[in-house]
């Protein structure tokens, strides 16, 4: 439980920033916009991904997944900022 | 819907000690904050012959503000202050000292002081509400009790769903004790669950807000929010001092002038609230007027005009305001019950208690789950939880009645001497509260439940009493006056006293001819 339980915390964390920015940044308009809504949902995001992160067989697995998707949701949204792609 | 059972095994774990780990400082929130809708009310409750004095004028506000900014310089960088009206016996009037710390004046006490005027009991059953009354670290902590309260949310609605709407309306009382404290938590959890959402968010988002910010900042937003914020939560751009003097508008002229601009709006009924006054007396002054707009979501809204000549700078009025100013006027409208009319704020209230009555009820749960059917010696684990339970839950119910009778003890005795209400208020709530713990500690759950019960009935049933002899306003002469506010406060109470004396004696007939072997039940060997 505990490791599902910290995945969801860590990494979980990360990821749901990364899709909260990921949106916030590609809606039209700019990013200044969704400030608050996108500080408003974050918590049910993250409260998602933690729930959900019991959903996988074993703390390792759900380490490794969510870390993976983290590190590829940041990544995508800091290319897409630095390509200046998004707005 | 079908689910595995592993996952349904992981998801009740989750949920059970999640819900242990949150359970009591939610129910602390939800009993507070059920009291805390009426805040205004209790201010009025509070403050001796506050009903009986003239309702504070323009003219009034516009004395007090000219006398705080002509003592208090520090003041002119930025002053906030409430218009007169019906919600607050007294006009205040806040700004930071050099220090940074909040000072308050009324017209009474022009010096001002760091205790806001005559709120000293909704300001502690406030911050039981938000922080369990521990300062700066208690904040945080319910910030995380809130997050904790979404997975308990989340995984107890997974637990349930495959029997969701077959037992919705199922309550089935009987031999089965589990079944029937089961089916009433479930009922009550499905029911207000858009509610629990709502409060798990907005109360992860109201404590945490600041935290977030920080953490997200570098993440995603480039480590440029920080700059972004002033135009995402403020009205009024902002405009450094020119360092020139000017002539301040009045108070009435701003009044007026914010009315006029939400009608232009299409805003018939906009009533200012509070305003937020920055470099007074500069060519650069900038005042915005916050006001509540009936019959919207999110009614809070607010125009920034030049304080000197009233020009129009910027508005935030719902119907025409952007997505951040909406979404911000939404949640604090959502969480405070602080939109529609006066029912709202009785289903929140409503609501609250039923919140509490959730967070209960999952603790019985866990102990009945738990019983030792055969025989009389309980686990030491289910007795601890018992007496934490009625120590902490009936405790703080017990606290806050006194904290209510002392308010009005003190107040009468501070008419003649000089005392401080807030501090004699505050240990008047955290002293009883302890020494309910520490009943529960010592006596068998079952002997100390029933006791602080009554306890609870008896002192909510007294502030009524403590009320009429300390202002003369029994309950039936503010009827009379038609002061409602004092009225519903007073009936209330002994609404509630009823209601603890009603679970003090459901509790004793349990333990009398309940099922003998259990916690609950009458028996030497506990």
């Given amino acids: 439980m505990w490791a599902r339980a910290t995945a969801g915390i860590f990494p979980g964390f990360l990821l749901s920033a990364a899709l909260v920015g990921l949106v916030s940044w590609l809606l039209p308009g700019n990013w200044e916009s969704t400030i608050v809504i996108g500080l408003i949902a974050f918590f049910p995001v993250w409260i998602g991904v933690i729930a959900a992160s019991f959903k996988f067989a074993n703390g390792k697995r759900a380490w490794a997944w969510l870390s993976a998707l983290a590190v590829v949701a940041i990544g995508t949204l800091w290319g897409l900022q630095a390509l200046a792609w998004v707005q | 819907m079908k689910l595995k059972s592993s996952t349904l095994r992981t998801y009740t774990t989750l949920h059970t000690w999640v819900g242990l780990v949150a359970g009591f400082a939610l ?80 017209r009474d006490d022009v010096q001002g002081s760091a205790e806001p005027p005559q709120a000293a009991l909704s300001e502690l059953v406030n911050a039981l509400h938000f922080s369990l009354g521990i300062p700066v670290a208690g904040t945080y902590l319910m910030g995380i009790v809130s997050l904790l309260y979404g997975i308990a949310l989340v995984s107890g609605l997974v637990i349930h769903l495959p029997k969701l709407m077959q037992d919705l309306f199922a309550l089935r009382p009987g031999r089965n004790l589990k079944r029937f404290w089961q089916d009433a938590h479930n009922v009550i959890g499905v029911l207000s669950l858009p509610m629990h959402v709502m409060f798990a968010v907005t ?6 807000l600041f935290i977030t910010m920080a953490a997200l900042n570098p993440l995603i937003y480039r480590s440029e929010l920080m700059g972004a914020l002033p135009a995402a939560f403020d009205t009024a751009p902002i405009k450094p001092a020119a360092g020139q003097s000017a002539p301040q508008g009045q108070l009435a002229m701003w009044h007026t002038r914010s009315i006029e601009v939400a009608r232009e709006q299409g805003l018939q009924d906009f009533e200012p609230a509070y305003l937020k006054l920055a470099n007074s007396g500069d060519a650069n002054a900038v005042v915005e007027v916050t006001g509540e707009a009936p019959g919207t979501l999110g009614p809070l809204g607010s125009v920034a005009l030049d304080a000197n000549t009233g020009e129009l700078l910027a508005t935030q009025l719902p119907g025409q305001r952007d997505a951040n100013h909406a979404a911000i006027s939404s949640a604090y409208a959502l969480h405070f019950g602080e ?51 009625v120590g902490v839950c009936i405790g703080v119910c017990v606290a806050i009645s ?25 240990w008047a709530c955290f002293i009883t509260w302890a020494l309910c713990v520490a009943w529960a500690a010592l006596r068998p759950p079952v002997r100390a439940a029933q006791e602080l019960l009554w306890a609870a009935a008896v002192t909510t049933a007294l502030i009524p009493v403590a009320h009429g002899v300390a ?46 072997n259990s916690v609950w039940a009458d028996s030497p060997a506990v």
């Fill in chain 2, 402 to 426: 006194v904290a209510f009778i002392a308010t009005q003890l003190l107040e009468m005795r501070a008419l003649n001497q000089s005392l401080d209400v807030g501090a004699g208020i505050t």
């Fill in chain 2, 27 to 106: 129910f602390v929130a939800f009993y507070a904050g059920a009291i805390t809708v009426f805040h205004h009310e209790l201010q009025f409750w509070q403050s001796p012959h506050a009903v009986e004095r003239p309702q504070e004028t323009l003219a009034d506000a516009q004395q007090l503000l000219d006398d705080v900014l002509a003592l208090h310089p520090e003041a002119r960088k930025h002053v906030g202050m409430l218009f007169p009206g019906g919600e607050h016996p007294d006009v205040a009037i806040y700004w930071q000292d050099a220090k940074g710390a909040w000072q308050f004046a009324t």
């Fill in chain 2, 339 to 389: 939109y529609g009319n006066a029912w709202v704020k009785w289903m929140y209230f409503l609501l609250g208690l039923g919140g509490a009555f959730l967070f209960y009820s999952g603790n019985l749960l866990w102990i009945e789950s738990r019983r030792k059917r055969r025989q009389v010696l309980q686990g030491r684990a289910q007795v601890n939880l018992a007496r934490a339970t």
């Fill in chain 2, 203 to 208: 109360g992860a988002m109201l404590c945490l």
């Fill in chain 2, 471 to 516: 202002t003369g306003w029994w309950f039936w002469k503010s009827a009379a006056a038609g002061h409602w506010n004092l009225f519903f406060v007073d009936i209330v109470a002994l609404a509630m006293a009823f209601g603890f004396a009603s679970l003090a004696r459901a509790t004793a007939r349990r333990a009398r001819t309940g099922e003998a």
